[in-house]
């Protein structure tokens, strides 16, 4: 089993800056592909980026390329989501997840992911 802890979110203006953490437990995540999605009020959870089992390769929505990077730390078993220029509209809840064998070609589909963390707000102001 695999646990994952998000932090990071909070309240900032638009152009501004953040760094989401999903921190993983139980089991080394290295090898698993993980991602980000996001929901706002009122809307379903959408991909946002992530990174396949390998680590080789990053996928993003068009939403957010050039904004936000997907990284991690296999050191200290941690996902990371950079997010800068925010906008009013990337405003949601953001969870990671985590999928043993994710690829490029199933990290942005929710239904492949096995583990998801419980969520952390972004709000972005205008």
């Known amino acids: 089993q695999v646990q994952l802890v998000e932090s990071g979110g909070g309240l900032v203006q638009a152009g501004g800056s953040l760094r989401l953490s999903c921190a993983a437990s139980?089991?080394?995540?290295?090898?698993?592909?993980v991602g980000w999605f996001r929901q706002a009020p009122g809307k379903e959870r959408e991909f946002v980026a992530a990174?396949?089992?390998?680590?080789?390769?990053?996928v993003y929505a068009d939403s957010v390329k050039g904004r936000l990077t997907i990284s991690r730390d296999n050191a200290k078993n941690t996902v990371y989501l950079q997010m800068n220029s925010l906008k009013p509209e990337d405003t949601a809840v953001y969870y990671c997840?985590?999928?043993?064998?994710?690829?490029?070609?199933?990290?942005?589909?929710?239904?492949?992911?096995?583990?998801w963390g419980q969520g952390t707000q972004v709000t972005v102001s205008s």
């Open positions: 139980g089991r080394t995540v290295s090898n698993y592909a």
């Open positions: 990174m396949d089992w390998s680590g080789g390769t990053t």
């Open positions: 997840a985590a999928d043993r064998y994710g690829t490029k070609y199933s990290v942005k589909r929710d239904y492949e992911y096995d583990y």
